[in-house]
């Protein structure tokens, strides 16, 4: 059957989409907990239909740059749709990032997928876009649901492209809280992914009261929700998301004890 090809550790909806539609789900080896191009490109076969990359990747923030995008693009066969997740995009402070815009322009086998639910925190109105080739975009209108978005979710999203303040705002406050909080966690001797989006993934050791499921159950003790990322094959791993400033300090205070107790 048709396969669709993601890395390692991509967002675990490809895999539930695939088999949802009959499809085979493939991934390639990430390097340094990151998506890699020649092994993206090694696991494509003649069943290859998607690629999906996250892009920043959720759950381990890491990114490809525009260079290695487009030498994924150019290196995928014509008919493999690459299709570029950039949910997190709206966070990202890199100079050598593109969300893959270009890209769709640049031909009719591309397309980006953008979300409300992360920078304008609409995430209960379940509301997305894409911007995609006329050819792709026209299977889509074909087959989506004719009730699929409501009245509501599409006034909130018009009034969140529209408050450009709220977004800056809220790209200001990651700008200096994510590097904050890596910080403060890499100096309690975590190992911390680099993130561009606005979470971080924080390795833990494996031994017996000091591993991820330990600190896991000791956050929430003391009411602090984490995600534990067994489901992505980082059982070893927490992903934590930046929050309000209090919140942040209540994280590495929590994190300090626990890890000094």
């Excluded at 191009?37 to 090694?42: A, E, G, I, P, Q």
Aim: charged share 20%.
């Amino acid at each position: 059957g048709d396969e669709v090809l993601y890395s390692a550790h991509g967002f675990l909806m490809y895999a539930i989409a695939a088999k949802a539609c009959g499809a085979t789900p493939v991934t390639a080896p990430e390097v340094d907990l990151t998506a890699n191009v020649d092994n993206l490109l090694k696991a494509v076969s003649e069943r290859t239909k998607i690629v999906f990359l996250a892009n920043p990747n959720n759950p381990t923030g890491t990114y490809l740059p525009a260079g290695e995008v487009e030498r994924l693009r150019a290196g995928l066969p014509a008919q493999v749709l690459l299709v570029i997740d950039a949910a997190y995009a709206e966070f990202v402070s890199r100079n050598d990032y593109t969300s893959g815009m270009e890209l769709v322009e640049a031909g009719n086998n591309t397309v980006v997928c953008r979300t409300f639910s992360k920078m304008f925190a609409l995430g209960g109105l379940r509301l997305g876009w894409a911007y995609g080739p006329e050819n792709v975009v026209g299977v889509l209108n074909r087959v989506r649901n004719p009730f699929n978005v409501g009245s509501a979710a599409l006034a909130a999203g018009l009034a969140a492209f529209e408050d450009t303040g709220y977004a800056e705002l809220c790209k200001r406050h990651n700008d200096y809280w994510l590097p904050w909080l890596s910080e403060k966690i890499a100096a309690l001797d975590l190992a911390v992914v680099p993130s561009v989006g606005n979470f971080v993934l924080v390795r833990f050791p494996a031994a017996a009261g000091r591993d991820a499921a330990a600190a896991d159950a000791f956050l929430r003790s003391k009411g602090v929700i984490v995600r534990a990322m067994g489901a992505y094959g980082l059982g070893d791993c927490l992903r934590i998301t930046v929050g309000t400033g209090e919140e942040n300090q209540v994280v590495v205070d929590t994190l300090t004890e626990f890890v000094t107790k």
